[in-house]
C-alpha cells in the first residue's frame, strides 16, 4: 500500500451498536440515513431563497424567475456543475446560519456523544437542471472521502436539503452498506502503482472503477438515489462508497454541506489552521478537525495564462454574527 498520509492521530470510533431504537440503527446498518425534518422546511426554502440571491449577486444575467438567463455562462465557476469553492461562499451568513440551526447540529452530537463540535467550513452547491442549460461535463466520479489507513469511523458527512431531491433531482448516489466493507475492500485491493490523487488536497479521497462497484455489487451491496425533502439531513459515513447525480427534472438542485466532529479529536496546530481559514474566509474539505486545505483563490485562463478571477471574493457579501456557538463550532474559542 502506498504511503500513509494521516497526519495527527486521532480516536477511531468502532462501537457500532445496531439497536439504538432511533435513526442511528439505519445509519449503522446502511452507511447512511435521512433524518426527516431538522429545518422546517418554509425556512430550508428561506435558506435556499438566500443562495440564490447569492448566485444573483455575481450580476452575470442569472435571474430564478426567468429561466430563459438559465445558461452556465451566466453564472461564475463552479466545481462539479454546482459546487462553489470560492467567493467565500462558505461563509455567507446564511451558511452559517444553516450551521447553527439546532435540528442540523443535534444528530451530529448524538451520533458522536458529545455536544462539544466543530463544523467544516464547507460550502453550497447550486446546480442549475441539465434539462434547461445542457449536459454537464462530468461523469459519475464514485470515490469515498476517507483515506485507506483511517480505519474506523473517523467522519460522517451531511447534506441539508434546501430543494427537492427526488427520483428525477440531482442528488446523493449511495453504494448501501459499502462504508461496513471499507476495511475488506482495501486489504483485498491495496492502493499501489501510480496514484495522482494522493495529494495535500486530496489526502482523505479515494476514487473507485468499474470494478471495484462490482466487488461492492457481489458482497450484497447497492446502488441507492437517496431521496429527501427540503429541511431533511441527508448523513453518511466518509467509508461509503458515494458520488452526485445529476438530474433530468427542471429543478435547481440546492443543498448545504455540513459535517461536524469531535473538537476534543482536533490538535492545537490543526485548530491554529482553522482558525486561519476562518478568519480569511476560506472554503475548505469535508473534514471539521484535521486535513485542512484551502481551496485558494478563483483564477481564469486567459490566452494560455493563468489569471485570478475578477469575481472572485475577499469576504462575503453578508457577514454571520460572530455569537458564542458559531465561534465554537468554527474552532475559533475553546469549548
Known sequence: ????????PEAVVSKQQTQYGDWRN??????YVVIKGVIPKERAQGYQSDALTWLESFGLGFDRNDKSTWKKENLPQSWKGGMYLHFSAAHEKY???IRCEPGVISPFAKLWETEELVVSFDTVNITLPQSIVGAYDSKPWPHVDQQPERGGLRCVQGIVNLSNAGPDDGGLIVMKGSSKLFDDFFAENPVQGPTPWRTAKHKDFHPFQDKDLEWYKARGCELIKVCAEPGDLILWDS?????????TSDLIRTIAYVTYTPAAWMSEEDRALKVDLFENFETTTHWPHTNFFSHGKATKTIDGEEVPDPLERDEPIT?????????KLAGVERY
Open 26 to 31: 439505519d445509519f449503522f446498518r446502511d452507511g
Open 239 to 247: 467509508r461509503q462508497m458515494h458520488w452526485a447525480q445529476f438530474g
Open 319 to 327: 457577514k454571520a454574527e460572530r455569537t458564542e456557538r458559531l465561534l
Open 1 to 8: 500500500m502506498a504511503p500513509s498520509r494521516i497526519d495527527t
Open 95 to 97: 451558511m452559517w446560519d
